[in-house]
């Protein structure tokens, strides 16, 4: 019989929570190793400097939490994170990042990841990200919520310009603007259409007006950036 002393021994010792570290850098790498060995609650049990190798760990290892570089090559860091989730691992991630913009802090957020960290944070402040989130807690700033909050205005800002702009071109004209995004001169377009070049240009002026534009190139560019055309599909 286990004698009572020893079962509560057992009891009070912190639970170890299994840790993987993905980052092209050995020297980052290194730092989540130092976080892990200063921590009671954490093992670094494997380690990537690519996403197609971190996929392969997850799979293998299961760790309880990935502490994901965001810029890897191969195959990036919120890709790994998309993979992960849409396989259902049941893995914690905490982002490390060079980068602060809202538009990289609010993809982490859509994808579920569980804390955001910088790389320029020091080793205390990566510990404690990794041990909040390894228990279950979430890591983000307040400044990094605003850049997130403020992000989804811009992209739904964007959506509805983009809507609205749509709405406003008929059939021909986002016909003749894709066109006009792969080079085609008004007397090319009037051939494929079959119209006169005449006709195109009026098309085209009406083209302007509605994407409140004044040449070619900022017609096109315009439209590409609302999403309207794809300047890749020819």
């Known amino acids: 019989m286990q004698a009572p002393a020893d079962t509560e021994a057992r009891r009070r010792q912190p639970v170890l929570r299994r840790v993987v570290v993905v980052d092209d850098h050995p020297v980052l790498r290194g730092v989540v190793r130092l976080a892990c060995n200063a ?8 380690e990537a400097e690519d996403g197609r190798t971190a996929l392969e760990l997850c799979r293998r ?4 939490l ?7 090559p191969e195959m990036g860091g919120l890709e790994v994170a998309r993979v992960v989730r849409e396989e259902g ?3 914690r991630i905490l982002a490390l990042s060079g980068r602060t913009d809202g538009k990289v802090v609010l993809e982490c957020m859509r994808l579920d990841v569980e804390g ?3 790389k320029t ?10 041990e909040l989130v390894a228990a279950g807690g979430r890591v983000y700033s307040a400044d990094e919520e605003r850049e997130a909050v403020a992000e989804l205005g811009r992209v739904a800002r964007h959506v509805h310009d983009a809507d609205g702009v749509a709405s406003a071109l ?3 004209e986002t016909e003749i603007l894709q ?4 080079g085609l001169t008004m007397r090319q377009v009037g051939n494929r259409l079959g119209i006169s070049p005449r006709t195109v240009e009026t098309h085209i002026a009406k083209l302007y007006r509605k994407l409140d534009v004044r040449t070619r190139v900022q017609a096109v560019a315009r439209a590409a950036a609302l999403g309207l055309i794809d300047l890749e599909d020819r």
């Open 179 to 182: 066109m006009l995004g792969h």
């Open 66 to 72: 990935l502490v994901l570089d965001l810029l890897l």
């Open 39 to 46: 921590s009671p609650t954490l093992e670094a049990v494997g």
């Open 61 to 64: 290892l299961k760790p309880d």
């Open 170 to 172: 008929t059939p021909r």
């Open 116 to 118: 955001f960290v910088r």
């Open 121 to 130: 944070a020091g080793v205390q402040a990566i510990s404690e990200a990794m």
């Open 89 to 91: 691992l049941p893995i």
